[in-house]
């Protein structure tokens, strides 16, 4: 049932080959004080980095930076990023990489005039900013998270070894524009491809796999799982294919900027389990999804039968005639997981170095949300864990 | 391919049930004068005029009002609403009804402080507003057109019979907000019902059969479809199922709110050869398409092959073994035709009063765009408008 819900994206998308001069229409809408954010240095390999700086110029900007930022953003560097926008004009904050730049510039821009530990406030009780939030912008180097047009970020406290995700209602918290280059892509080793690949199509099966009913959103979001498979194909045995490479981009971001959310109520049960490998491991977000993905599947699939068999129908493929739901159903994953090995993703959380010894801790911080189709005990998470071992 | 482009979508939309009372937040953002649209009175009936007045009044708005608003909009009205607008105090123009109502609210906020003629600015020279354009807000009482979501404006010229549609690149005559409730739509009758969803079908039908690749738009556009058909076939046999009706509103929006037109080129044939019709005839918009729509894509079909190909089996679940590539496209048509005689819509020119005299006439005010498999020569088009009488 689509029910009751607003939907605003307000979010600019500047999107192909070259967009990124559209920073030249964008730059003069905000004031002098640029902080750039990015992460381990890429950027300054493949020229980005070279690119923006000269446009920033060429619009009079005065620029503070932010280097180093990590694949799982911490909240120590997210303190001193927060220290370092205090202490610099800040009229826009402009995030160049992946998801985890984008998320953590995010949560510098709701933080920098905030009173209270953004830690507590935004992460652990979830609250919304009551304060000025900083413009943010976005050019996107790597494809997967979504976070160039929504407002989500994800957090890591290394000392708690809580990895959490915050989705803002404030729509303050979206990036004003965000570009996207399917070039600036081309760069990236197989390994992170893939991963962000599966990344995203994780992302929509977690809002796929609610509710009884065959909405709107159930519809598109088959969609994009296929238009993904396909374009995946292509890309995994020829990583060059601009065309495949943009539809991958594209398709990443409307699996998470709330459309194919609509009349969904999700659990994010994989993300919960992957990001409580995140804050153990520091693996790749998308493989430590892909490595608890089959266990937890297959411990759900009794319990949202009708949809794992539309699933297998619509998505994969499988022939219904003559076999069980049941039937159905296990094929649909069976395909699911011949895709994944094509890929080459981790499928195994033994190869992230996770162990025995750690399932325990593991438990203790994957939050367990309401609205999935059986939300699992402490016990079966534990055994969801060892399943994917 | 997906290509180089722009996406910025930043009308607001409020869904479901009771969502008019968000009109208490939508209106303080605007100043005290509101002109407000509506069509043929239908909405004094069913109460949404009382309403809506209401909340006007208790948010302390001036309103002066345009109604009789046509299903074809028409050049002597839009001239009528402008000169209104121009003598009352319009900070904000609301209109309450369908795709029509909409559309003209938009030609009249583009047009009120326009120095020109806006029929030759606007829809003979295609260009955009260079003046103040006045902020639109939609409550949908019809389904179809998306305008709720949209720049584009459709207007007819009884003198010269042209009905000629501007699709504004000038966000500003986007609706600033879209009031959604499936409720308002469950009294409109069953003709108007299915000539919607008609229209909104074949919205994405003119924008899927065009360029030779797979690309996201390409997916979406058939998940649209097959909710669509879904929904669709519901609502025909209980027109008071809830569910069914805000599957297909939320479809409507978007069908054609720029989502799956990217990397598409597009030249909206069925529509130019409705329009020249709906010019006519004054028919139902969604049902001038269906009258022409079998008899076009069967001429188009040897020209977009592959294209017609897809979606017999990705739409229509054709199975395509044992078969060629003309047959499975063939009965993809077929299926379509079932499906459209299933919902009741009218399926030849001549029951809309069309009659062998007026194809020249017909002829001579269908437009060609660039873009399609195989743009269709006068001779051609006579040929379609006589295969569907």
Same mark, same amino acid.
């Given at each position: 049932?689509?029910?009751?819900?607003?939907?605003?994206?307000?979010?600019?998308?500047?999107?192909?080959?070259?967009?990124?001069?559209?920073?030249?229409?964008?730059?003069?809408?905000?004031?002098?004080?640029?902080?750039?954010?990015? +992460?381990? =240095? *890429?950027?300054?390999?493949? !020229?980005?980095?070279? @690119?923006?700086? $000269?446009?920033?110029?060429?619009? &009079? %900007?005065?620029?503070?930076?932010?280097?180093?930022?990590?694949?799982?953003?911490?909240?120590?560097?997210?303190?001193?990023?927060?220290?370092?926008?205090?202490?610099?004009?800040?009229?826009?904050?402009?995030?160049?990489?992946?998801?985890?730049?984008?998320?953590?510039?995010?949560?510098?821009?709701?933080?920098?005039?905030?009173?209270?530990?953004?830690?507590?406030?935004?992460?652990?009780?979830?609250?919304?900013?009551?304060?000025?939030?900083?413009?943010?912008?976005?050019?996107?180097?790597?494809? +997967?998270? =979504? *976070?160039?047009?929504?407002? !989500?970020?994800?957090? @890591?406290?290394? $000392?708690?070894?809580?990895?959490? &995700? %915050?989705?803002?209602?404030?729509?303050?918290?979206?990036?004003?524009?965000?570009?996207?280059?399917?070039?600036?892509?081309?760069?990236?080793?197989?390994?992170?491809?893939?991963?962000?690949?599966?990344?995203?199509?994780?992302?929509?099966?977690?809002?796929?796999?609610?509710?009884?009913?065959?909405?709107?959103?159930?519809?598109?979001?088959?969609?994009?799982?296929?238009?993904?498979?396909?374009?995946?194909?292509?890309?995994?045995?020829?990583?060059?294919?601009?065309?495949?490479?943009?539809?991958?981009?594209?398709?990443?971001?409307?699996?998470?900027?709330?459309?194919?959310?609509?009349?969904?109520?999700?659990?994010?049960?994989?993300?919960?389990?992957?990001?409580?490998?995140?804050?153990?491991?520091?693996?790749?977000?998308?493989?430590?999804?892909?490595?608890?993905?089959?266990?937890?599947?297959?411990?759900?699939?009794?319990?949202?039968?009708?949809?794992?068999?539309?699933?297998?129908?619509?998505?994969?493929?499988?022939?219904?005639?003559?076999?069980?739901?049941?039937?159905?159903?296990?094929?649909?994953?069976?395909?699911?997981?011949?895709?994944?090995?094509?890929?080459?993703?981790?499928?195994?959380?033994?190869?992230?170095?996770?162990?025995?010894?750690?399932?325990?801790?593991?438990?203790?911080?994957?939050?367990?949300?309401?609205?999935?189709?059986?939300?699992?005990?402490?016990?079966?998470?534990?055994?969801?864990?060892?399943?994917?071992?």
């Amino acid at each position: 049932m689509l029910g009751t819900f607003t939907y605003h994206n307000p979010t600019k998308l500047y999107f192909g080959q070259g967009s990124i001069q559209s920073l030249n229409e964008e730059l003069p809408k905000y004031g002098s004080g640029v902080v750039l954010i990015y +992460g381990g =240095g *890429s950027i300054k390999k493949n !020229g980005i980095y070279d @690119t923006v700086v $000269e446009i920033l110029k060429e619009n &009079g %900007k005065w620029v503070t930076e932010i280097a180093g930022v990590m694949p799982n953003p911490t909240l120590e560097k997210l303190y001193e990023g927060i220290q370092i926008a205090r202490e610099h004009p800040t009229d826009l904050i402009l995030a160049v990489g992946g998801g985890s730049v984008c998320d953590y510039a995010k949560a510098v821009a709701v933080s920098v005039h905030c009173q209270e530990d953004p830690w507590e406030k935004y992460f652990l009780r979830q609250e919304e900013p009551d304060c000025p939030v900083i413009p943010v912008g976005c050019v996107l180097t790597m494809v +997967g998270t =979504g *976070s160039e047009m929504n407002a !989500g970020s994800v957090i @890591t406290n290394q $000392e708690t070894k809580q990895k959490i &995700g %915050k989705v803002f209602e404030d729509e303050r918290v979206m990036p004003r524009f965000s570009i996207l280059d399917p070039v600036y892509t081309l760069t990236l080793p197989h390994y992170q491809m893939v991963s962000g690949i599966y990344d995203i199509f994780n992302h929509i099966c977690e809002q796929y796999f609610s509710g009884e009913d065959d909405n709107t959103s159930d519809y598109i979001s088959e969609g994009l799982m296929r238009s993904l498979l396909h374009a995946s194909r292509v890309a995994n045995v020829d990583p060059q294919n601009y065309e495949a490479r943009s539809n991958i981009m594209w398709t990443a971001t409307w699996a998470l900027n709330t459309l194919v959310s609509k009349g969904k109520s999700t659990d994010w049960m994989v993300h919960m389990l992957g990001q409580a490998v995140g804050g153990f491991t520091d693996a790749a977000h998308g493989m430590t999804l892909a490595a608890v993905s089959l266990p937890y599947y297959r411990f759900l699939l009794p319990h949202g039968l009708a949809r794992f068999k539309r699933f297998a129908v619509n998505v994969w493929d499988v022939r219904p005639e003559g076999k069980s739901d049941r039937q159905i159903a296990e094929e649909g994953l069976t395909a699911m997981e011949a895709w994944m090995r094509e890929l080459g993703l981790v499928m195994n959380l033994t190869q992230l170095g996770v162990t025995e010894e750690m399932l325990e801790g593991l438990a203790d911080v994957t939050f367990v949300l309401p609205g999935g189709y059986n939300p699992p005990s402490r016990e079966e998470i534990i055994g969801i864990f060892k399943e994917s071992l």
